[in-house]
């Protein structure tokens, strides 16, 4: 009951805080923030759910993870705490054939500690072919860290009116990510592949 307490009140600040950040508006966004030119035949939304357990573990740890401007949140408390992120496409040559190419997003999460460190990652590139999800901006700075591992193997397509639905897709914490948490906030988030992140949908128009 009381770990039950906890969570809530967790969520509920970390509701709040997101709130904050929502209504601070794009306009505020600093100039890194601020996507590449968007290629004109690829558009759409990638959205990452939380797993179950992975909101608590870092709520509990003192950690929000925040998203920064121009990325949707949404929050889910029952049957178990969720967060979801959608990430705006922003182009890239999918192949689902393959599949191959990379899908190009802006926006991003920056996780914050109640000690004042923090980890902002995004500019997110999905490689198909590599089954990777990486960030290509760390804490401002031009990157191309692995954060998530993507599973296909449960992946449903559907397609309709110009627009194709990726979904059924498992994405596990990279231990390359899994370490750069670990190093910053001194969590013990497993390091080897194995942790289930969450989900991730992907909506395409052409």
């Known amino acids: 009951m009381r770990s039950r307490v906890i969570t809530a009140t967790l969520a509920i600040a970390f509701a ?3 709130a904050s950040v929502a209504l601070a508006g794009p306009a505020e966004a600093s100039a890194a923030h601020r996507a590449r ?3 004109a035949s690829l558009s759409g939304t990638t959205t990452v759910t939380t797993a179950q357990g ?8 003192g950690i929000l993870p925040l998203p920064v401007p121009d990325t949707r949140l949404g929050l889910r408390l029952f049957p178990y705490l969720a967060v979801s992120y959608g990430f705006p496409i922003t182009g890239g040559n999918p192949n689902l054939s393959g599949p191959s190419g990379d899908i190009l997003h802006r926006g991003g999460i920056d996780f914050v500690s109640l000690r004042g460190k923090s980890l902002e990652i995004g500019k997110f590139d999905v490689s198909l072919a ?3 999800v990486y960030a290509t901006q760390v804490n401002f700075a031009a990157a191309r860290i692995p954060v998530l591992d993507l599973d296909f193997s449960g992946l449903v397509v559907k397609q309709r009116n110009g627009t194709t639905n990726l979904s059924g897709i498992t994405a596990r914490l990279d231990p390359a990510a899994a370490g750069a948490l670990n190093s910053t906030f001194g969590t013990a988030l497993p390091a080897d592949g194995s942790l289930v992140f969450g989900s991730v949908k992907v909506t395409l128009k052409s």
């Open 37 to 39: 030119p968007a290629a």
């Open 16 to 18: 709040a805080t997101t």
């Open 54 to 61: 992975i909101a608590p573990t870092l709520l509990k740890a």
């Open 130 to 132: 590599d089954k990777k």
